[in-house]
């Protein structure tokens, strides 16, 4: 149906609700004559709205709703400013530790907490404690949304916010944000999902401050750890709200952060909304942006990646943008679609695939999902991961099997190519999953793959081209080679006695221009181009700027896109860069290369996908 005729039948339904509370009106006065004629006119518009504007195809736009429905309908399509000025404006003035989101410091004598606390937390949870909860944040949103205006109707919304062993600081900051910064009257509820955690301040302690400081939040108990995907449902499955948000358990709602992400379901209850997501530093809570939008997607090993925005959507910003993957922690969406589509794969076990199947079910199911750029919300990336998993075997790898083998059709041999060993990993029953996608009459994965993320295969193909090349990086001498000792700290990488089973010595050329370990997506990055900066390992943002490196076969250097080499210390086997010089022995290196990939350099085309993907880190 073509949106014209949309939009006859979003008139139409308006009018008759006008007329129908005209009618009641009438009634209460008793006026008979003209109760007569309003019920003719109404009986008019009701058959000529069953006679021209058949029902809706699932998954089309349909313009503020359908008169005998379920789920949220605005009433009207005026719209309202709904920043809260005095607020902003008292957070414009608040100075302190922290505030205005500014990078902070602890004393030297609350070292020995400090350690104590981000040994624990992957953060700096002493730093936090010293925190307002209700700090102020900086309005980092593009220009354009201070001035923007949205439905005044909006629906209700439920806060799903699952959590294992938290910190108590951040957590009370994720929920007291929420409230802070929204119009009251459309949080319905905060739920806390606990799996499970073990900290004893997150027992009867947290549940009397929830009731004395936000009566809007309460605890849900999932008694044994179960993970992230089974923490969300328990919370969906208690939401009364139209609108179920879910958060991870340390963010920071920024500035009218909300509206922007209900309007579009408010429009369309099959949206699916994600906010920006900035970074707050782990060790000084500093907030800044992480980038200003990139668009959700994914390698052929599942691992999370973003694609630039499209031209047409940079020119409309700061509109609503569609983006083919959810980063998977953050995002809105409609209570009667998250249930229409199942909600969540129940066996999905602990975390892993999860933002995956919701969205490919999302797209290929009659939806569609949005980034909202004037909707930012604050995110600790953790250092590193503080909590054991379970001991469930490999789950990540059967709920990635499960996800390709239910939504992938022919495509989820390329997932296989790269990870043969999950095709040994029973996924379990998926009969109820299969049947979810008959009734809803879903679309091929193909559909999804030229449609929706239709950039993706040039980017990441699913035939990848021939590294320039692999193996050990050794010195010119041969008995050293370039080893990665520590990539959970991504410490600098150094040069170790060669060994040939150290997998943490294989590297590869990658045909994205940058050079990676073999086993896991951890590039060489060099954050400063100056002399002697060392080499770092960072997580891989396919080549270009920091990541760029070319082997010149004929000198035996590893060029920077700086203009530097790689370069060792022969006494203390550091590794760094300096001005190149093809006669120092210290800048030649031998690696198994191909000649003919080499010679192509220059016709392959890369791109720079930017900054960190996102993790659900509570659980990685």
Sequence with gaps: MGVSVQVASFKAQQTMIVLRRQLLRLLRLRNLIACTVL????????????????????GQEHALAHSKSDHFVPRSTK?????????????????????????AFLLSKDKALEEELYSVNGFNGALSDKIALNR????????????????????????IVPFHNEHWSTLLRTAFTVLY???????????????????????????????QNIPKARVIRVHNRSGLITARLA???????????????????????????????????RTVVCPFIDVIAYDTFEYRPQDEGARGAFDWEFFYKRLPVLPKDKKNMPEPFESPVMAGGLFAISRKFFWELGGYDPGLDIWGGEQYELSFKIWQCGGRMVDAPCSRVGHIYRKFAPFPNPGHGDFVGKNYRRVAEVWMDEYSQYLYKRRPHYLKIDPGDLTAQKAIRTKLKCKPFKWFITQIAFDLPVKYPMIEPEPFGSGQIKTSSGNRCVDAKDTQKKDKITLSPCDSNAGRQKFILSWHKDIRMSSQPMCWDVPESKPRSPVLLYSCH?????????????????????????????????????????????QQWQVAYNKQALDKWDDIQTVVTGPLPYEDDIYT
Excluded: M
């Design 235 to 269: 919370g969906a499955k208690e939401a009364t709200g139209d609108v179920l948000i879910f958060l991870d358990s340390h963010t920071e709602a920024n500035v009218n952060w909300l509206p922007p992400l209900l309007e579009p379901i408010a429009l369309n209850y």
């Design 79 to 103: 719209k309202i400013d709904w920043h809260d000025h005095v607020l902003i404006q008292h957070e414009s003035e608040r100075v302190g530790i922290g505030e205005q989101g500014k990078p």
């Design 136 to 159: 102020s944040l900086p309005d980092i949103r593009h220009r354009g949304c201070k001035h923007r205006k949205y439905l005044e109707d909006l629906p209700t919304v439920s806060v």
């Design 542 to 586: 396919l080549g270009g700027g920091n990541q760029l490196w070319r082997y010149l076969p004929d000198t035996k250097q590893f060029r920077h896109s700086s203009g530097t080499c790689l370069d060792h210390d022969e006494q203390t086997f550091e590794l760094f860069v300096n001005r190149c010089d093809s006669q120092r022995s210290t």
């Design 39 to 58: 019920l003719i006119l109404l009986y008019i518009l009701r058959t000529r709205q069953e006679l021209d504007f058949p029902k809706l195809q699932y």
């Design 181 to 211: 910064r929204s119009p009251k009257k459309l949080i319905k509820e905060i739920f806390l999902v606990d799996d499970a955690s073990t900290k004893d301040f997150l027992k009867e302690k947290l549940d009397s401050y929830l009731e």
